[in-house]
């Protein structure tokens, strides 16, 4: 029997930023922002479309920050209080998110390069269609975690748990879930090529059993 490939972890490096980053004026749509640090914005922080890098975002609260077809290279982000983040079609690359509390996390259709998001609670997350290469998700609790139609490579959990996740349509490659204390998912026979512990298949048996069409009798 052919041995199968060893499982590739996230590639990951922390975002490149100075040693000092002045304090940025307000975040703006469409805007070029450039090794600035932010503490507070504005309620509603419309940035959608904005090219942002080498920044910090420190311990800000809002209710929605959009981030749209926004461009992230070398950013950290610690601390945020947000109901929504809305970043459809956005694109990251080398950005960690640490710490806080995010009520809605919408990254679909976004394209996500060496990302981290370590020790966050968020009620809901989507990466529905998006393309992923090298994200961990660490000491993290998630409500539902939506990833359909996405295509994802090098993508690992520690030490998470979510309620719900959706992995419909999921192409994966190097995806590690035995990290991820997981209720429920929708579509079990999707996690095709993903890793899982023993406990979780033992655990997933009668979800996968009933995709698969498997009668299990006693």
Same mark, same amino acid.
Request: charged share 30%.
């Given at each position: ?105 919408? @990254? ?87 890793? @899982? ?10 979800? @996968? ?10």
């Amino acid at each position: 029997m052919a041995r199968s490939a060893p499982l590739a972890a996230p590639r990951l490096s922390a975002p490149d930023l100075p040693a000092r980053l002045e304090d940025g004026p307000v975040l703006a749509r469409a805007g070029d922002f450039f090794q600035l640090r932010w503490t507070v914005l504005e309620s509603h922080t419309d940035a959608a479309h904005a090219e942002i890098t080498e920044c910090e975002l420190i311990g800000p609260s809002v209710e929605r920050l959009e981030l749209t077809g926004a461009v992230l290279v070398d950013v950290e982000v610690r601390d945020l209080r947000a109901t929504t983040v809305g970043g459809r079609g956005a694109r990251l690359r080398r950005v960690r998110i640490a710490g806080g509390r995010i009520g809605t996390l919408d @990254l679909a259709d976004a394209d996500l390069d060496e990302v981290e998001m370590r020790g966050v609670r968020i009620d809901y997350v989507s990466l529905a269609g998006a393309r992923v290469a090298d994200l961990l998700i660490a000491d993290c609790t998630i409500g539902t975690l939506d990833i359909p139609q996405a295509t994802v490579s090098r993508m690992a959990f520690a030490e998470s748990r979510a309620d719900d996740v959706d992995t419909r349509g999921l192409q994966a490659k190097d995806l590690d879930l035995r990290g991820l204390e997981a209720v429920s998912y929708l579509d079990p026979a999707s996690l095709r090529g993903a890793a @899982l512990s023993a406990r979780q298949v033992e655990y997933l048996a009668p979800a @996968l059993a009933e995709a698969l069409g498997i009668r299990v009798l006693d």
